[in-house]
């Protein structure tokens, strides 16, 4: 018999994950459900400078939002790319770049081709055939669909701003469409006896919040997923041994850069993200290999502009929930699971794990079979983007501390050593299961860190020599004329999108 549908949802957490939820949940659902989160002023959130990855874009089109009134809002500029710096070695600097790069030709993917060039000591780098990166390089913007007449696709872009402001007009946007907000700090977690489904959440003023589906974005903690249904948690600190964050704002630098920075150093990596009214900075560190007092320490020196707030620690675990969905609750964002920031991924997940939440939704039985589902595609997609992750630090050169000589003996999860060593064998690239990361990602981060192919496909051989040639010069041509025409990164905020001054 068909169980009764849920008319109730109650989100146990604000900040990002919670408030997309309730925004996504009310633009979808209402008014036949009912929506309402509980969040505390006297917890605080994992709020710092945010960048993220395109499908951010996706969500943001779904809830109807205006593009430049977003970013104006919250203090946004664009991100074409993320740039590595001494990861492969102290002093080296590579792109993570977003879109395509090159173009294919018959059955063969660009890289071959690119391969068959490096046999040419003058042969211009990976990076010379992408337009987002050769826009990063140049600090250029524009909104471009695709290079003029050519098959080539343009600018690809996400977003750097601030987190706590994002939050806020996602709060906004739901309240305005029915979600209601409720203060205060929960003190109990009632389970049902019958078969230990939550009942509802007491709040210390003694009210109970009843519910027929309850959404865990209480962060690390997991107040519901873990302190109440003891879901388990998968620590994975065998592969990404990171365990601390210090994180600062401070003023923006001489130039407003259209990407993220990653800089490795001695013991994890700092990450600058510039904003249109600050630079959101961080510090992830090993507490191994590295003191608190030293990290901070680090991260104030690397700071372009003097520092806006004080040096705030974070305690991480890196892992996942062993099951996300557990009878009628579901983790989403840190409850769920955390993978360091290094390539942005901490909203794509939290977006991930409520779309997938919408397309399973439940009635209130929350059938196992449901969850199972669920849990096996989250777990899935978590893996992938912390297989991602690993590759920074596996493949890589140095060896001058105690830290990175320990990254250098750390496992490689199955799924990454198979996709090295096809790489290495082959030069090819396959994209599984619908993974999070294109093959033209893992090709720049692969080359980035210094792994090279034994060989490239034997028919991009076929190509008579100054055909070839001309085919890699349009390429360099196309991709240098587009972002000749383009705006500066700055040029470009203050013509569509420039926020109130601070």
């Not at 990076?127 to 913007?141: C, E």
């Not at 909203?347 to 399973?360: E, T």
Request: proline residues 5%; glycine residues 8%.
């Amino acid at each position: 018999m068909r169980e009764l549908p849920v008319r109730r949802v109650v989100i146990v957490g604000g900040g990002t994950a919670g408030w997309l939820s309730a925004a996504v949940l009310v633009r979808t659902m209402a008014p036949n459900l009912e929506v309402r989160v509980v969040e505390s002023e006297a917890i605080g959130i994992v709020g710092v400078g945010e960048a993220t990855i395109p499908q951010i874009r996706n969500v943001n089109r779904f809830l109807g939002i205006d593009e430049d009134a977003m970013l104006r809002t919250v203090g946004g500029t664009f991100k074409l790319a993320i740039e590595f710096n001494d990861w492969l070695r102290v002093g080296h600097s590579y792109l993570h770049a977003f879109g395509e790069i090159g173009l294919p030709l018959g059955p063969l993917p660009f890289q071959h081709y690119w391969l068959r060039s490096r046999r040419d000591a003058a042969a211009a780098d990976l990076w010379s055939y992408s337009v987002n990166a050769a826009a990063a390089r140049a600090h250029r913007m524009a909104r471009l669909e695709k290079v003029g007449n050519t098959p080539m696709g343009g600018i690809n872009y996400a977003f750097h701003f601030d987190a706590s402001r994002y939050g806020r007009m996602l709060r906004e946007y739901a309240e305005q469409r029915g979600a209601k907000r409720l203060e205060g700090k929960i003190v109990e977690v009632k389970l049902r006896g019958t078969d230990g489904f939550i009942e509802a959440v007491v709040l210390e003023s003694g009210e109970s919040i009843e519910g027929d589906l309850f959404i865990d974005c209480s962060g690390f903690r997991g107040l519901l997923i873990e302190g109440a249904l003891h879901a388990g948690f998968d620590d994975w600190r065998e592969y990404l041994p990171c365990d601390r964050a210090v994180a600062i704002t401070a003023n923006n630098g001489a130039v407003i850069r259209p990407f993220t920075q990653a800089m490795a150093r001695p013991a994890g990596w700092q990450w600058r993200i510039p904003q249109q009214h600050r630079s959101g900075d961080g510090h992830v560190y090993c507490s191994e290999f590295m003191s608190d007092d030293e990290a901070t320490a680090i991260l104030l020196a690397g700071l372009e502009g003097p520092a806006l707030s004080e040096p705030r620690l974070i305690r991480i675990s890196t892992g996942v929930r062993r099951r996300f969905w557990l009878r009628n609750c579901v983790a989403i964002g840190l409850a769920g699971g955390f993978i360091e920031p290094l390539e942005s991924t901490a909203i794509h997940l939290a977006q991930s794990g409520v779309s997938r939440l919408l397309a399973l939704f439940p009635d209130r039985g929350c059938d196992p079979a449901i969850a199972e589902e669920y849990n096996r595609k989250m777990r899935q997609e978590y893996e992938q983007v912390r297989d991602f992750v690993v590759l920074h630090y596996r493949a890589t050169e140095r060896r001058d501390t105690p830290f990175w000589r320990h990254c250098a003996s750390l496992p490689a999860p199955p799924g990454l050593a198979r996709k090295l060593e096809t790489f290495q064998a082959t030069g090819q690239i396959f994209r599984e299961n619908e993974e999070l990361f294109t093959e033209q990602s893992w090709l720049q981060v692969m080359i980035g860190q210094g792994i090279t192919p034994r060989r490239y496909h034997p028919a991009a051989d076929n190509l008579p020599p100054e055909q070839f040639e001309e085919f890699l010069r349009n390429i360099r041509r196309v991709v240098q004329g587009a972002v000749d025409r383009m705006s500066t990164h700055e040029q470009f905020i203050a013509e569509h999108c420039a926020a109130e001054p601070r």
